[in-house]
């Protein structure tokens, strides 16, 4: 399978367009999470990392349990520069 795109869109338009790709690849529930927040999975642990100054309160679905940071099972709090690391309750099941 391949994509093409042949015009500079805007970061809400590039956004769509690479969210409806990987859901076209096959990645579901996709975190809907702000430019400057990224995550990183590595195993049954997922890293949450916000590279600005502001503070994010974002409504996520994960089965994991923070082990660093602050989740509380529906909601993600990143301070600024802060990160949140999590650990997947039953990885493998």
């Known amino acids: 399978m391949a994509f093409y795109q042949a015009t500079m869109l805007f970061e ?5 367009v690479l969210k409806t ?5 096959g990645f579901q529930d996709l975190p809907d999470l702000p430019p400057s927040v990224a995550r990183l999975d590595r195993g049954p642990v997922k890293i949450f990392v916000n590279s600005s100054n502001r503070s994010y309160s974002l409504k996520i679905k994960e089965t994991g349990k923070a082990i660093l940071g602050s989740y509380d099972g ?3 709090t990143l301070e600024p520069y802060g990160i949140c690391v999590m650990k997947e309750q039953n990885p493998g099941v």
Do not use: Q
């Open 21 to 25: 790709i990987l859901e076209r690849c």
């Open 12 to 16: 809400p338009d590039l956004h769509l």
């Open 74 to 76: 529906t909601t993600l």
